[in-house]
């Protein structure tokens, strides 16, 4: 069977970007069948193709999977229109290869909600099986936030998320709250599967090359944050509790922020001004190298802004990777990755917007780091049993084959 796989911002494992799409393109190829991935050019990520566009499109095989990107960049740093500008010629160009190109089922992944554009089109004018990926909730998500507040976008994006979702043979949500959130547009049930997102065992069971950022002492307590510094990031309350710790006089405790995006000048500018040197920023870096700062870590910091629609409505890849390597997990915000730090008792979870409780347990932590392997067994305990990627990727690959017309 031939896949058509459209992902905006696919990377490879040698990309600082999440790598979902690619685990699933290599389980698909595992299972004995082709797969073509339609891609842009994603900031941080990597495709795997090297050599020059021709007429704004470069393709080839990588690891086995067929490659189609669009000279489309993108980076989350990028103004709104920008990045709607984007989406939008992403979405154009895709349509042409989802109405021309040799294929059986087409399987399309947000964000962006643009995304299930080409599916649509191969649905309704080929005839095609449609199964559509949903990473975050569009417009509600955005809508929560403020990010959007124009009632003719949001009225827009409202009808395309209704028609791709109707359109789809088959969803997938990568939440619970996402989910419920298919559920809603009328779609069935039986027509939506849970796949969160997974943990890659095999990465970060790797510890060679330990290492920590400079700054950080080997007697000190790292509690890192890797990905995007941007709006629902809410990376503002690690420098809260930074805030609340150095007046705490507590300078054994540093703060590695790992990643990029659009608020990161302004979360260093802040740091600068009010002299936080318990607070690091480094560049993004790709997996490999991201294991070996896990390996040296003492817990993984999992922030959100506080927007109820986070609390069950997203399904964070660093979250999945703290687990996979072990490390307890600092969760700031309610909801179902809470339930789980405290059922299995792997980590903290603490109040939103409270620099306090945020400083509590970090302090805590450095004070009891005796606890913390044991934290961290449970923590990888949780990765093998219910996230491993091989088995959720086995999982994935039987729905989307197994879509009927």
């Not at 042409?96 to 087409?106: E, F, I, Q, R, S």
């Not at 300078?251 to 790992?258: E, F, G, H, T």
């Not at 000048?265 to 870096?285: M, T, Y």
Request: net charge neutral; proline share 4%; aromatic share 10%.
């Amino acid at each position: 069977m031939i896949i058509l796989y459209f992902h905006q911002h696919f990377s490879t494992p040698k990309g600082s970007a999440g790598i979902r799409s690619y685990e699933m393109a290599q389980r698909l190829l595992k299972h004995g069948h082709l797969v073509t991935v339609v891609c842009g050019s994603y900031g941080g990520g990597v495709t795997g193709l090297s050599h020059d566009f021709d007429k704004g499109r470069r393709e080839g095989f990588v690891d086995g999977i067929y490659v189609i990107e669009f000279d489309l960049s993108y980076s989350n740093s990028d103004g709104f229109v920008k990045r709607a500008m984007v989406f939008l010629k992403f979405a154009l160009k895709s349509i042409g290869v989802a109405l021309t190109a040799k294929y059986d089922v087409v399987f399309a992944t947000t964000t962006p909600l643009t995304a299930g554009i080409p599916g649509t089109f191969a649905r309704w004018l080929r005839g095609k099986s449609f199964v559509f990926e949903v990473r975050d909730l569009w417009p509600e998500l955005p809508k929560a936030m403020g990010v959007i507040t124009n009632p003719l976008i949001l009225g827009a994006m409202s009808v395309l998320e209704w028609v791709s979702y109707r359109s789809a043979h088959r969803c997938i949500g990568l939440s619970p709250g996402i989910v419920k959130g298919i559920a809603a547009r009328g779609v069935a049930t039986d027509n939506i599967l849970t796949v969160p997102n997974g943990c890659d065992l095999e990465i970060f069971s790797d510890k060679a090359d330990v290492w920590r950022p400079e700054g950080v002492l080997a007697t000190d307590l790292m509690a890192i944050f890797t990905g995007t510094h941007g709006m629902a990031n809410g990376l503002n309350a690690a420098l809260d509790a930074a805030t609340e710790l150095k007046n705490r006089g507590r300078n054994d405790i540093k703060l590695v922020l790992i990643g990029q995006g659009k608020l990161k000048p302004e979360l260093q500018q802040r740091a600068q001004q009010q002299e936080l040197s318990n607070v690091i920023f480094h560049d993004p870096v790709n997996k490999t190298k991201l294991a070996g700062l896990m390996a040296s870590a003492d817990i993984g910091m999992q922030l959100l802004a506080n927007v109820p629609a986070f609390y069950y409505g997203t399904s964070p890849n660093k979250f999945f990777d703290y687990i996979a390597a072990g490390l307890p997990v600092l969760n700031n915000y309610p909801g179902w990755l809470a339930g789980m730090i405290k059922d299995n008792n792997c980590g903290y979870a603490v109040e939103p917007d409270n620099a306090s409780a945020f400083a509590d347990a970090l302090e805590h932590a450095a004070d009891n780091k005796e606890l913390l392997p044991d934290m961290g067994e449970r923590a990888l305990a949780l990765a093998k049993l219910d996230f491993n990627r091989h088995n959720l990727a086995d999982k994935w690959v039987a729905w989307v084959t197994g879509v009927k017309k």
